[in-house]
T-cell receptor
Framework: AQSVAQPEDQVNVAEGNPLTVKCTYS??????LFWYVQYPNRGLQFLLK??????LVKGSYGFEAEFNKSQTSFHLKKPSALVSDSALYFC???????????FGSGTKLNVKP | NAGVTQTPKFQVLKTGQSMTLQCAQD?????MSWYRQDPGMGLRLIHY???????DQGEVPNGYNVSRSTTEDFPLRLLSAAPSQTSVYFC???????????????FGNGTRLTVT
C-alpha cells in the first residue's frame, strides 16, 4: 500500500531564510508524488509533482522539491521564505492503480517577519 | 474556466437529516473524488469515480453515497447525518492516467458541515 508521512506538525522559519518541509513515502511501484498548499478556508492548490528522473523538481511560487530514492524522501524547499508562504502543506502519493491519492497529515508552515 | 465548484459553502444539519453536497467540474476530468478533512488527520478519501456510471469506496465511505451520471457532476449524499460527520468536505478531480499520467488533483474550495 502507498503512504506518505510528514514528520513535523509545524515548521517555523524567519522571512528570508531557507525553508524545508519534510515528506517520506512508501510505494510498491513508481512514485507519483505531489505537494499541495492550503490557505485558510480554501481548497488545496497544486504546487509541484515528481517527474521520473528529475531529482530536483521546480514548482509554483518559487518552491522546489528534492527527490531522494535511497531515503524515500520528497522534501519541499524554498531558498528564501516569505511571510505569505505561511500555510498548511500536504505531501501526497498516487497509488499504482492511479485511482487513489494518499495524503500526509499536513505541516503548518509559519514564516515570521 | 471555473474549475471545481462546490455548493454550499456552509451547512448546519440536525442529527438524522439528509442532504446532498454538490460538486461540478468543467475541465472534462474523468476522475472525481470526495475527501473529508479533520484536524490532525489530513485528508481521507470517502468515495471516488473514474468515469460516468462508475463509483468506488475510499477509506471512510460509511454514511455517504455517491453517483456519477455525468462527467461533470459528482454529488455526495449524507443519508442520516451524525455529529461524527462534522467536517470540511472537499471535491477534487483529475485526468485519468491513460490520458495524462501523473495528473494532479484539482480541488474545490470546500463545504464546511456542522451536525448538531
Amino acid at each position: 500500500a502507498q503512504s506518505v508521512a510528514q514528520p513535523e506538525d509545524q515548521v517555523n522559519v524567519a522571512e528570508g531564510n531557507p525553508l524545508t518541509v519534510k515528506c517520506t513515502y512508501s510505494v510498491s511501484g513508481n512514485p507519483y508524488l505531489f505537494w499541495y498548499v492550503q490557505y485558510p478556508n480554501r481548497g488545496l492548490q497544486f504546487l509541484l509533482k515528481y517527474i521520473t528522473g528529475d531529482n530536483l523538481v521546480k514548482g509554483s511560487y518559487g518552491f522546489e522539491a528534492e527527490f531522494n530514492k535511497s531515503q524515500t524522501s520528497f522534501h519541499l524547499k524554498k531558498p528564501s521564505a516569505l511571510v505569505s508562504d505561511s500555510a498548511l502543506y500536504f505531501c501526497a502519493v498516487r497509488d499504482d492503480n492511479f485511482n487513489k491519492f494518499y495524503f500526509g497529515s499536513g505541516t503548518k508552515l509559519n514564516v515570521k517577519p | 474556466n471555473a474549475g471545481v465548484t462546490q455548493t454550499p459553502k456552509f451547512q448546519v444539519l440536525k442529527t438524522g437529516q439528509s442532504m446532498t453536497l454538490q460538486c461540478a467540474q468543467d475541465m472534462n476530468h474523468e476522475y472525481m473524488s470526495w475527501y473529508r478533512q479533520d484536524p490532525g488527520m489530513g485528508l481521507r478519501l470517502i468515495h471516488y469515480s473514474v468515469g460516468a456510471g462508475i463509483t468506488d469506496q475510499g477509506e471512510v465511505p460509511n454514511g455517504y453515497n455517491v453517483s456519477r451520471s455525468t462527467t461533470e457532476d459528482f454529488p455526495l449524499r449524507l443519508l442520516s447525518a451524525a455529529p461524527s460527520q462534522t467536517s470540511v468536505y472537499f471535491c477534487a478531480s483529475s485526468y485519468r492516467p491513460n490520458r495524462a499520467i501523473n495528473s494532479p488533483l484539482h480541488f474545490g474550495n470546500g463545504t464546511r458541515l456542522t451536525v448538531t
